[in-house]
């Protein structure tokens, strides 16, 4: 079994920050746009460095999108950064015809993803990001679940041909991720090897569940930890490996379970392997303001819920294993 | 006085004639499509596929050291299509496959199918001025020194997304960048200044200029004699710190006399009877595909 400690905190936005600057040095077709966010985004290295390859638009996402989609033809590689909010419902359409069905090469960064964006409330709190996204032909979406992988997936999708949804967040979270992450989009990892439930997680849900790993060992229950940071194309290979020795499955996301990675997880399972699932995730509600602790406490979304929730499938699996 | 450098104005006129014998054609074969907006756009796309633009129909995506056109008002892709075909980009045979089940040619232009000569999908409106300037200011980081041009509608200028296009490109003084507006101030419900008014002509003048764009304004669209001059007087104003934006009267359905003067016919096609009619108006000098 593997230890999981950390000893700093960092929000997974300077992940992204951070990787951009230092694609800024060594990708010299990457250039990046926002829509009045910089800071928030930190964008600002990369600004100050590379203001060659940098655009500022203004609270104009729309426009950012289809600007985006041109800089493609010609060959670079644009990052758009702003809220998860505005990088997805406000600018739907521009991004569907635009970008994904144009097959442009748009980096769409999106952070202060989810429910953790906290005291700014509900109308910013997006939680139907994966869902919208994924459903889009042509389009990747990526979750990383701290600093380090952030910032490696950053680097890696500058040198993937295809739009790409990337998805981080705002609060300052543990970092665990090896600093020397190599990111593989599509490639699921396998954090802790276990026997009795599978835990498939994605952001900032894969500390949670590597906690929750540790409080069921305590009740003799090996749960095995998975994280999902590439959300389209799933690795269900992975999957299915991991379901095929546990028999039950947990997800847990930072979204509503309508549409989400859950979501996606059943649909595979129900097509190859048929077993008890359960869904850590928010339940068809919009959030609220208040600090990240406590809304990741009303909503559901902690370890003791992922905990709660294996129980309850490993109960649903043996009454399955009697049928 | 047009000078015309590469062709003489009887091959563009020539050509005109056999771009509406393909409208309509395409449309009422497959009983859909939108000539009427298609037909008042035809010299426009004429003029710079075949006498303005430096392009090269063997086609590739980046366009480097090409200049590019955009079609924001996706809907009149007949008439793209039409002038793409007769300007080389694919067999003029495949204008017969027009919004057909396994066609490349889209209702709207499409680059998901690889047709050569469309560089973005367009349709849902709103969006082409966007793209545009993307595209000139990648031009710009290549140091290439060609324009890209635009098409957009006049109801199109309802959506708010060409406005913050519009404060984008002033501001970051995107001068390789020459937009036209396709003033035939008719959308699907009617006229324009009925449906939600924009002022009319002198309405947008006044907004794109409050908006820091250079205005041209030419009042015939479907006269190569007054077109050409001014495309080339925007030509002329590239480089010098501003989009220039040409708003261009036309008349929707030009060239086909019952389809004029009206909305009608922005998104319906002709019966038998009606294509004739059209057809006889219109000589094939190409020879039909």
Same mark, same amino acid.
């Given at each position: 079994?593997?230890?999981?400690?950390?000893?700093?905190?960092?929000?997974?936005?300077?992940?992204?920050?951070?990787?951009?600057?230092?694609?800024?040095?060594?990708?010299?077709?990457?250039?990046?746009?926002?829509?009045?966010?910089?800071?928030?985004?930190?964008?600002?290295?990369?600004?100050?460095?590379?203001?060659?390859?940098?655009?500022?638009?203004?609270?104009?996402?729309?426009?950012?999108?289809?600007?985006?989609?041109?800089?493609?033809?010609?060959?670079?590689?644009?990052?758009?950064?702003?809220?998860?909010?505005?990088?997805?419902?406000?600018?739907?359409?521009?991004?569907?015809?635009?970008?994904?069905?144009?097959?442009?090469?748009?980096?769409?960064?999106?952070?202060?993803?989810?429910?953790?964006?906290?005291?700014?409330?509900?109308?910013?709190?997006?939680?139907?990001?994966?869902?919208?996204?994924?459903?889009?032909?042509?389009?990747?979406?990526?979750?990383?679940?701290?600093?380090?992988?952030?910032?490696?997936?950053?680097?890696?999708?500058?040198?993937?041909?295809?739009?790409?949804?990337?998805?981080?967040?705002?609060?300052?979270?543990?970092?665990?991720?090896?600093?020397?992450?190599?990111?593989?989009?599509?490639?699921?990892?396998?954090?802790?090897?276990?026997?009795?439930?599978?835990?498939?997680?994605?952001?900032?849900?894969?500390?949670?569940?590597?906690?929750?790993?540790?409080?069921?060992?305590?009740?003799?229950?090996?749960?095995?930890?998975?994280?999902?940071?590439?959300?389209?194309?799933?690795?269900?290979?992975?999957?299915?490996?991991?379901?095929?020795?546990?028999?039950?499955?947990?997800?847990?996301?930072?979204?509503?379970?309508?549409?989400?990675?859950?979501?996606?997880?059943?649909?595979?399972?129900?097509?190859?392997?048929?077993?008890?699932?359960?869904?850590?995730?928010?339940?068809?509600?919009?959030?609220?303001?208040?600090?990240?602790?406590?809304?990741?406490?009303?909503?559901?979304?902690?370890?003791?819920?992922?905990?709660?929730?294996?129980?309850?499938?490993?109960?649903?699996?043996?009454?399955?294993?009697?049928? | 006085?047009?000078?015309?450098?590469?062709?003489?104005?009887?091959?563009?006129?020539?050509?005109?004639?056999?771009?509406?014998?393909?409208?309509?054609?395409?449309?009422?074969?497959?009983?859909?499509?939108?000539?009427?907006?298609?037909?008042?756009?035809?010299?426009?796309?004429?003029?710079?596929?075949?006498?303005?633009?430096?392009?090269?129909?063997?086609?590739?995506?980046?366009?480097?050291?090409?200049?590019?056109?955009?079609?924001?008002?996706?809907?009149?892709?007949?008439?793209?299509?039409?002038?793409?075909?007769?300007?080389?980009?694919?067999?003029? $045979? &495949? *204008?017969?496959?027009?919004? @057909?089940?396994?066609?490349? +040619?889209?209702?709207?232009?499409?680059?998901?199918?690889?047709?050569?000569?469309?560089?973005?999908?367009?349709?849902?409106?709103?969006?082409?001025?966007?793209?545009?300037?993307?595209?000139?200011?990648?031009?710009?980081?290549?140091?290439?020194?060609?324009?890209?041009?635009?098409?957009?509608?006049?109801?199109?200028?309802?959506?708010?997304?060409?406005?913050?296009?519009?404060?984008?490109?002033?501001?970051?003084?995107?001068?390789?960048?020459?937009?036209?507006?396709?003033?035939?101030?008719?959308?699907?419900?009617?006229?324009?200044?009925?449906?939600?008014?924009?002022?009319?002509?002198?309405?947008?003048?006044?907004?794109?200029?409050?908006?820091?764009?250079?205005?041209?304004?030419?009042?015939?669209?479907?006269?190569?004699?007054?077109?050409?001059?001014?495309?080339?007087?925007? $030509? &002329? *104003?590239?480089?010098?710190? @501003?989009?220039?934006?040409? +708003?261009?009267?036309?008349?929707?359905?030009?060239?086909?006399?019952?389809?004029?003067?009206?909305?009608?016919?922005?998104?319906?096609?002709?019966?038998?009877?009606?294509?004739?009619?059209?057809?006889?108006?219109?000589?094939?000098?190409?020879?039909?595909?």
């Amino acid at each position: 079994m593997k230890k999981y400690i950390f000893e700093t905190k960092n929000d997974t936005r300077s992940g992204f920050g951070d990787g951009l600057t230092e694609l800024g040095k060594t990708n010299p077709k990457v250039v990046a746009l926002c829509a009045d966010l910089i800071g928030s985004l930190k964008m600002g290295d990369f600004q100050k460095q590379f203001p060659e390859r940098f655009y500022q638009v203004g609270i104009a996402e729309a426009n950012m999108m289809g600007i985006a989609a041109g800089l493609t033809i010609g060959g670079w590689i644009p990052f758009t950064g702003t809220f998860a909010n505005f990088s997805t419902g406000r600018v739907y359409d521009q991004i569907r015809q635009s970008i994904a069905y144009s097959g442009k090469n748009v980096k769409i960064c999106a952070s202060h993803a989810g429910i953790t964006l906290g005291e700014d409330g509900a109308t910013h709190q997006i939680l139907e990001d994966i869902g919208m996204m994924q459903m889009l032909p042509h389009m990747t979406v990526i979750n990383p679940c701290d600093y380090n992988q952030t910032k490696a997936a950053t680097l890696a999708i500058a040198d993937y041909q295809n739009p790409v949804y990337l998805r981080f967040g705002r609060p300052k979270v543990p970092v665990f991720m090896p600093t020397d992450t190599k990111f593989e989009i599509g490639k699921a990892i396998t954090l802790q090897e276990g026997t009795d439930v599978t835990i498939f997680a994605t952001g900032h849900l894969v500390w949670e569940a590597i906690l929750a790993h540790e409080e069921l060992l305590k009740e003799g229950i090996s749960a095995e930890i998975i994280n999902i940071h590439t959300i389209k194309p799933l690795d269900r290979e992975a999957i299915l490996k991991s379901v095929s020795k546990t028999k039950c499955a947990v997800s847990a996301e930072e979204h509503q379970i309508i549409g989400g990675l859950g979501s996606s997880i059943a649909q595979t399972l129900m097509i190859n392997t048929p077993v008890p699932m359960e869904f850590v995730g928010v339940n068809d509600s919009f959030g609220e303001s208040g600090t990240p602790a406590e809304l990741m406490i009303k909503y559901g979304l902690t370890s003791v819920d992922i905990v709660k929730k294996a129980k309850t499938v490993l109960e649903r699996k043996a009454k399955f294993a009697t049928l | 006085m047009t000078s015309y450098k590469k062709n003489d104005k009887e091959f563009l006129e020539n050509m005109v004639s056999q771009v509406r014998r393909d409208i309509v054609r395409m449309v009422h074969q497959v009983n859909s499509g939108h000539p009427g907006g298609s037909l008042g756009c035809a010299e426009l796309l004429v003029a710079l596929y075949f006498e303005i633009m430096e392009h090269n129909p063997s086609f590739d995506m980046d366009g480097k050291n090409e200049d590019l056109f955009f079609l924001s008002n996706g809907h009149i892709s007949p008439v793209w299509y039409s002038v793409l075909a007769r300007s080389g980009y694919f067999d003029v $045979k &495949d *204008l017969a496959t027009f919004r @057909k089940i396994n066609s490349r +040619l889209q209702g709207h232009p499409a680059t998901e199918e690889g047709l050569e000569g469309i560089r973005i999908a367009s349709g849902s409106l709103g969006q082409g001025l966007s793209v545009a300037i993307g595209s000139a200011l990648s031009k710009k980081m290549n140091k290439d020194d060609k324009t890209v041009f635009v098409l957009m509608g006049d109801g199109e200028q309802q959506e708010g997304q060409v406005w913050e296009a519009a404060i984008f490109a002033a501001h970051q003084k995107v001068d390789n960048l020459i937009a036209f507006i396709d003033a035939n101030g008719r959308q699907i419900d009617g006229d324009v200044k009925d449906v939600m008014d924009l002022g009319e002509l002198k309405g947008l003048e006044e907004k794109y200029k409050a908006f820091g764009w250079n205005v041209l304004t030419c009042t015939n669209g479907n006269d190569f004699d007054t077109l050409i001059p001014i495309i080339r007087q925007a $030509k &002329d *104003l590239t480089g010098n710190q @501003k989009p220039t934006m040409i +708003l261009m009267v036309t008349e929707m359905g030009n060239g086909v006399d019952y389809m004029m003067g009206t909305h009608k016919w922005h998104g319906v096609a002709p019966n038998d009877e009606q294509l004739e009619l059209a057809l006889v108006q219109n000589e094939s000098t190409y020879s039909d595909y």
